[in-house]
Nanobody
Framework: QGKVRESGGGQVQPGDSLRLSCAAP????????MAWFRQAPGREREFVAA?????????TYAESVRGRFTISRDNAKKTMFLQMDGLLPEDTAVYSC?????????????????WGQGTQVTVSS
C-alpha cells in the first residue's frame, strides 16, 4: 500500500545476524536518500543508518551500530538492505524503512516523506 515496504525481521539470539530489505518500486529510487530508523519500547524513534543518492558518498551510521550494521542499495532493483551482524538485545526494536529527497543526508525522521510499516527485530536468549 505504501511507497516502501520492509521485510526480513525476526527473532534471533545475541550474536546472530539478520538482513533487512526495503523495496520501493514506485519511487524514482536513485533520487532518494534511503534510511533505516528503529523504535524500541518506551523510546522515541531513532536514526540507524542512511545511504545517499550520491554514489560517491559513504553511508551514515548511528554510533550504536557502526561497525556492526552495513547499509547498501541496489538502484536497479529499487531495493535497500541493512545487514545486521553481532546483534545485541538492545537492538530489539521495530525497524522502519524511510525515503526522502534531500541534498545531503539528514538523520531526523521529519526529513523523510515515505515510510514503511516496520518490521520487528527481537534479539534475546
Amino acid at each position: 500500500q505504501g511507497k516502501v515496504r520492509e521485510s526480513g525481521g525476526g527473532q534471533v539470539q545475541p550474536g546472530d545476524s539478520l538482513r533487512l530489505s526495503c523495496a520501493a518500486p514506485e519511487l524514482t529510487f536513485s533520487m532518494y536518500v534511503m534510511a533505516w530508523f528503529r523504535q524500541a519500547p518506551g523510546r522515541e524513534r531513532e536514526f540507524v543508518a542512511a545511504v545517499s543518492w550520491k554514489v560517491t558518498e559513504s553511508p551514515t551510521y548511528a554510533e550504536s551500530v557502526r561497525g556492526r550494521f552495513t547499509i547498501s542499495r541496489d538502484n536497479a532493483k529499487k531495493t535497500m538492505f541493512l545487514q545486521m551482524d553481532g546483534l545485541l538485545p538492545e537492538d530489539t526494536a521495530v525497524y522502519s524503512c524511510a525515503a526522502g529527497r534531500m541534498v545531503n543526508v539528514r538523520t531526523g525522521p521529519q526529513d523523510y516523506e515515505h515510510w514503511g510499516q516496520g518490521t520487528q527485530v527481537t534479539v534475546s536468549s
